[in-house]
């Protein structure tokens, strides 16, 4: 997935992501890190909550993902908010300060051990400190009426992460994932998009969802890119909401937060 869409799929997504940062009680002052940043959308909504007496630190491994981020910090006039290149998954990682919250979003399930990093992380969260997490749920996307190239979309890429050895429901497994990392119960809500008509985002994020694991589609044999038609798929997925009339539901998002014990 290019960085664009990474940016695209960001925005889409952003506003679930908000409402899991004020019910888990992201307060204005506050430091936050935010790991797995990407383009830095997350690290934005954020910023947006703690403020300009607050601060955000955006942490990721792609050098070309930071970059973006950082050009985006300056063209909304962010001074408190900064982009870092570094390895969350080891202890090079240093801050200069203790955040009072960790985040991330999309980004557990890439972690060779998630709940290893996670208890690695708490290193530099103060106690009392939020911890917080957002992840897909990618086999509870769904439609109404029903609309099959958006349902078999959505199943392939499912089936693809599963392939992968990755898995299509971790927002589904964020409360044993954060026990696991020695937190107390998390607390946990589930947020999604319901969308439909001719000018919705949805077919372009799904499938830009799609474009991004093609090549483990194609890897692990469940898709190929000519019948997947992936430069028309889009469009496709549009004309057929539009045929049906139909409510489109992309794969919701689940927020599981915590608090660092004191």
């Known amino acids: 997935m290019t960085q664009l869409q990474l940016t695209d799929q960001g925005r889409f997504f952003g506003e679930l992501t908000e409402q899991a940062l004020r019910m888990a009680g992201l307060r204005a002052g506050e430091r936050v890190l935010d790991v797995g940043c990407g383009t830095g959308d997350l690290s934005f909504r954020a910023a947006r909550l703690v403020g300009t007496a607050g601060r955000v630190i955006g942490v990721d491994a792609a050098e070309e993902a930071v970059d973006t981020a950082g050009g985006r910090a300056a063209e909304l006039g962010l001074p408190n908010v900064r982009f870092l290149v570094g390895d969350v998954t080891s202890d090079e990682l240093v801050l200069d300060a203790p955040v009072d919250a960790v985040v991330g979003r999309n980004v557990l399930g890439y972690l060779p051990d998630a709940p290893g990093t996670v208890r690695r992380l ?141």
């Open 122 to 262: 708490l290193r530099h969260v103060r106690s009392g400190g939020l911890v917080l997490f957002q992840e897909l749920v990618l086999t509870g996307a769904t439609s109404d009426p029903a609309c099959p190239l958006f349902e078999e979309t959505v199943t392939l890429v499912a089936r693809t992460f599963a392939r992968a050895g990755l898995s299509p429901r971790l927002g589904l497994r964020l409360r044993r994932l954060l026990r696991e990392a020695g937190l107390p119960e998390p607390q946990l809500v589930q947020h999604a998009r319901a969308e439909g008509g001719p000018d919705s985002e949805v077919y372009r994020v799904v499938a830009d969802l799609a474009r991004g694991v093609l090549p483990l589609m194609e890897q692990h044999g469940v898709a190929s890119a000519d019948g997947l038609d992936i430069d028309t798929l889009a469009d496709r997925l549009r004309a057929e909401a539009l045929a049906h009339d139909a409510v489109l539901v992309p794969p919701p998002l689940v927020a599981g937060w915590t608090r660092v014990p004191a």
